[in-house]
């Protein structure tokens, strides 16, 4: 997220300044009003976030919305260091509390962002959504989260951030996701083949 601002004192010459939100997040506690840049900043994510995890238009306005009143809620608990990473630490704590009433998603990722995918991704860019959701479904949830994160395109580090993790196990994780993930496609296809 990008701010205006003015450069050399004229009115008409515009400079783009990256937020610091380190700053904004510690004047938000004393004022929620300046919280508003880092909503506008984060809400897009937090919300494709919860899509891909919840599925329900509904489940996923409300989770996002709870996601954000606890931030602000909790911003005392800010004391610096990145935003991002304490935000998503509250959203993954927050969709693991929604989850754990299972409710299945209805929507999933359509493609990987590497450009260059191995043969696990390729089984599941190739497999339709239904196919996908039932052989995510076979992986433990951290596993899932992992999946789900990492085909968003975020990186190992704020992954194992968020999950507690050190980037090494993210990475070892993904890799042993969708390699599971390919082998349950391949079941969930016989099967359907087989009732076809």
Not at 26 to 36: E, G, Q, S, T, V
Not at 71 to 96: C, M, Q, V
């Amino acid at each position: 997220m990008w701010r205006r601002g003015r450069a050399n004192g004229a009115d008409n010459d515009v400079v783009d300044a990256p937020l610091d939100e380190e700053q904004i997040a510690l004047r938000a506690i004393r004022d929620a009003a300046a919280f508003a840049p880092l909503y506008r900043r984060y809400f897009p994510e937090i919300f494709a976030l919860c899509t891909r995890r919840l599925g329900c238009r509904a489940d996923v306005e409300d989770v996002t919305a709870e996601i954000f009143r606890k931030a602000l809620s909790k911003l005392h608990t800010f004391h610096g260091g990145s935003f991002r990473a304490w935000i998503f630490t509250i959203a993954i704590n927050t969709l693991r509390d929604h989850v754990a009433r299972p409710t299945p998603p209805s929507v999933l990722f359509e493609t990987f962002p590497d450009p260059t995918p191995g043969p696990e991704e390729v089984a599941i860019q190739t497999a339709t959504d239904d196919e996908v959701r039932v052989a995510l479904k076979t992986l433990p949830g951290e596993w899932q989260l992992v999946v789900e994160l990492r085909s968003q395109g975020y990186p190992c580090a704020e992954v194992a951030a968020a999950l507690g993790h050190d980037a090494t196990w993210v990475r070892l994780t993904h890799h042993r996701a969708l390699e599971r993930l390919a082998r349950e496609l391949g079941v969930v296809r016989q099967r359907r083949g087989r009732h076809a």
